[in-house]
């Protein structure tokens, strides 16, 4: 599970009811902020929205179901795949590029394992960038599509919020007559624009990111992963590929690799 995700929605929250029940009321002002009518609105509004703009309905509901990937754990470790594409290169140093077809059992990864095994079968070095960076641009627009949902949940919500809003307006506009009433209408009339900043602000937005933020991380990882194994089939020296893959690397994770272990292998 992603703490830093379940912490900080949770904090969120906590915070926020803190702030609504630390008045004069305590917690019977949560009672004031509960509204059917402007939850079905503003919620019930920006989710139609997001519906109509969706491909389809499985794309809807892949949509939603989406907010587990936040509370993964993404399994990513770009020290530990340097680290093996060095193991895979003196390999293929010492026993030839067909004796990575072994090692390619081992791989746990789908993309990693495909591009050894294009190598393997003597694929020309430009058709397997060509294929992998194929692989790697449909996974990076399914990425961007989930995101994009998130992304136009968090637009639909404090737009049906204000739509909302405009509804109580005018209801209370009419019966203006009745002044005992205006103070109540309003509140009840600012509630959906309060649901709509809450949909995008405390979900919406930071699920978005932290999806990007996700992808990003998988892109960059499998951009190694490219680089490498074309190294490995150019036949460079394994620390030159070392060197090379580091540059993908912030400064304090390229010390933590340190130098690799199998070094330059002769023969």
């Known amino acids: 599970m992603d703490l830093a995700s379940i912490i900080g929605l949770a904090l969120a929250l906590i915070l926020m009811v803190f702030g609504i029940i630390s008045g004069d009321e305590g917690i019977a002002a949560m009672a004031g902020f509960l509204e059917y009518k402007s939850a079905l609105i503003t919620f019930g509004g ?12 499985g794309a809807f509901v892949g949509g939603l179901k989406s907010i587990g990937l936040v509370l993964k754990v993404l399994p990513s470790n770009e020290k530990e795949t340097i680290e093996n594409i060095i193991n895979l290169s003196n390999v293929a140093r010492k026993e030839g590029l067909l004796a990575l ?5 081992t791989i746990e990864d789908d993309f990693m394992k495909k591009g050894v095994l294009l190598i393997v079968d003597g694929t020309d070095p430009e058709l397997v ?5 194929t692989e790697l641009m449909c996974i990076e627009d399914r990425h ?6 998130w992304e136009n949940l968090g637009a639909m919500g404090p737009a049906w919020g204000m739509i909302g809003t405009l ?15 205006v103070g109540p209408q309003m509140a009840v009339a600012l509630i959906t624009t309060f649901y709509g900043s809450l949909l995008a602000n405390w979900i919406c937005t930071p699920v978005a990111n932290k999806l990007k933020s996700n992808n990003d991380t998988e892109i960059r990882l499998k951009e190694v992963m490219v680089e490498g194994l074309l190294s490995i089939q150019a036949g460079e020296n394994p620390r030159v590929i070392e060197e090379k893959l580091k540059s993908f690397l912030s400064p304090t994770k390229r010390s933590e690799l340190g130098s690799n272990e199998g070094g330059e292998v002769n023969g």
Do not use: T
């Not at 961007?144 to 949902?149: A, C, D, H, M, P």
């Open 144 to 149: 961007k599509q989930v995101i994009s949902f």
């Open 101 to 105: 077809e072994e090692a390619a059992n």
């Open 167 to 181: 509804i109580g307006l005018i209801n209370m506009l009419g019966k203006l007559s009745d002044v005992a009433s």
């Open 46 to 57: 920006a989710f139609a929205a997001v519906l109509a703009m969706s491909p389809s309905i």
């Open 129 to 133: 960038r060509s294929i992998m960076e």
